[in-house]
């Protein structure tokens, strides 16, 4: 039996016993009205009225309490229980020998004993009983035969009583296993459905996760799905290198990003009400994953919820150390080894991307080759190691040189090259004359590691579209420039057409 049918079980046994007390009220006014029920003498008429005005009370306290849903029927049954006793016996004396009501009392132990507890049963079963057989034993009439029925009927109402009482309590019990059994299967339902969800979030994080090996890209995602399956309301999490200190990735849910943890303490958010209870949750090599949450959430975490977050941490960092090993892939694959600039490649892909922009909004765009002066010299003269820790700070003198919008890059061996976007002949000139003063003053160590040399660079440009409408034009024009500086004495900037003189800064004049 379900619980839905326990309950509209009880609820047909009120409602009976409502109507049988409404009946015997309407069956107690009858009898009185019409002269049935024996009232010849003045006792007899003020006990009739007692048993109608008890009943009276105790059927409007019954349907006042129905209709206010203040209580239970079975708890207010108990209330009227000693008003019943006292009509129902006034009734079985007046009545006499005629035992007219002993199907009510027998009625009455029924409902009792469906209706309420094993014990409120027994004790209005015992009331029952006794209030039947003192109004008979009080009357005067009664013969010896009528002594054996009040005796029978007497063992009658206690053996119904036990044995509804008993059946009922056992059916009760079994209900109440019934529903312990539903609750244990719903439990366990609701466990396996959480333990589910908290698989397929694994293997969705997974998915996500290498579904890109770039991690910021999916962090954001892999954040809201632990946050979906813990049922958190504010979360954050944190990988971090242990050798550096740096914090590889983090992320939150339900709080403005934290700026910083301190591990294993608590970290005061002013976004969050309380404190952000931080932990552990994976330790492999350099890498660590700090857990943070509410206090109080954090103390309701399950077994099972931290193998999850375990798992999924686990999952982090192998995320995090492949997107650190893609960038540095990424980023060697684009950049020359020996001046940490870009590379011949990257360079190739900028020009095609700042070319295409140009003619996409008519901009100008301007290239620099820049080729060292005597370079050949510099190494014979100071050796190779002199050379290669002289071309790894070519990068940086460029660097100081030009804006940040310019792209400087390794053209091969020691010729580099500067996209300057947005930049006109005479815009590039200047930038280019910067250039070349600015090698001219950098002092480069010699093979003992003091700076005493100097080197000088020679410059090519050209401007699109004033000196080129492609991109294999603009490294044409700009490639015979630099070939027109070194033959006409290095050192100076040189553009298309212009005459081989050298260039004298007016800081130099």
Avoid at 308 to 318: D, F, H, M, N, R
Avoid at 404 to 426: C, K, M, N, S
């Amino acid at each position: 039996m379900t619980p839905d049918s326990s309950g509209n079980r009880m609820l047909g046994e009120e409602r009976m016993y409502l109507a049988l007390r409404l009946m015997m009220l309407v069956v107690g006014l009858g009898l009185f009205v019409t002269g049935l029920l024996p009232s010849t003498g003045v006792p007899q008429r003020n006990v009739a009225l007692l048993a109608l005005a008890l009943m009276l009370v105790g059927t409007v306290v019954m349907l006042v309490g129905a209709f206010a849903r203040s209580y239970r029927i079975s708890q207010m049954m108990l209330w009227v229980l000693p008003v019943d006793l006292v009509s129902l016996a006034a009734y079985t004396w007046l009545l006499g020998p005629r035992d007219a009501l002993v199907g009510v009392y027998a009625l009455l132990v029924i409902l009792y004993a469906m209706t309420a507890k094993r014990g409120v049963a027994l004790l209005a079963t015992i009331g029952l009983v006794c209030a039947y057989t003192t109004a008979h034993l009080v009357a005067s009439t009664q013969t010896p035969l009528d002594l054996v029925e009040v005796g029978v009927s007497m063992v009658a109402l206690l053996c119904i009583g036990l044995i509804v009482a008993n059946a009922v309590g056992r059916q009760r019990q079994r209900d109440a296993q019934v529903e312990e059994i539903l609750a244990d299967r719903e439990r366990m339902n609701e466990q396996l459905a959480r333990r589910l969800g908290e698989l397929q979030a694994v293997a969705r994080i997974t998915e996500i996760i290498h579904s890109s090996l770039d991690f910021d890209e999916v962090g954001e995602l892999v954040l809201d799905t632990i946050a979906k399956v813990i049922d958190f309301p504010s979360l954050a999490i944190f990988v971090i290198d242990k050798e550096t200190s740096e914090t590889l990735f983090s992320s939150s849910v339900g709080m403005p990003r934290p700026e910083g943890v301190v591990d294993g303490a608590t970290v005061d958010l002013d976004s969050v009400s309380g404190h952000l209870n931080c932990q552990r949750a994976f330790d492999h090599g350099s890498l660590m994953v700090l857990f943070c949450a509410n206090g109080e959430d954090m103390e309701r975490l399950t077994e099972e919820d931290r193998l999850v977050i375990y798992a999924l941490a686990s999952e982090l960092v192998v995320a995090v150390e492949n997107s650190r090993l893609y960038k540095l892939t990424r980023r060697l694959a684009v950049t020359d080894e020996l001046t940490g600039i870009a590379n011949y490649r990257y360079l190739q892909q900028r020009i095609d991307e700042e070319m295409s922009r140009a003619k996409r909004f008519g901009k100008d765009l301007s290239l620099l080759m820049i080729d060292t002066d005597d370079f050949k010299g510099f190494n014979d003269a100071y050796g190779h190691l002199a050379g290669d820790r002289a071309l790894s700070e070519f990068g940086g003198v460029l660097g100081r040189a030009v804006r940040d919008i310019d792209v400087i890059a390794r053209y091969g061996g020691e010729e580099f090259a500067v996209v300057l976007p947005e930049t006109d002949a005479a815009g590039a000139f200047v930038a280019a004359e910067k250039i070349r003063e600015a090698f001219s003053e950098h002092l480069f160590p010699d093979d003992t590691g003091a700076r005493t040399c100097t080197l000088t660079v020679s410059i090519g440009m050209a401007t699109y579209p004033t000196n080129a409408e492609s991109k294999d034009a603009l490294l044409r024009e700009s490639d015979d420039a630099l070939y027109r500086a070194k033959n006409s004495g290095k050192n100076r900037v040189c553009a298309p057409g212009q005459s081989p003189e050298p260039f004298i800064s007016p800081r130099r004049r």
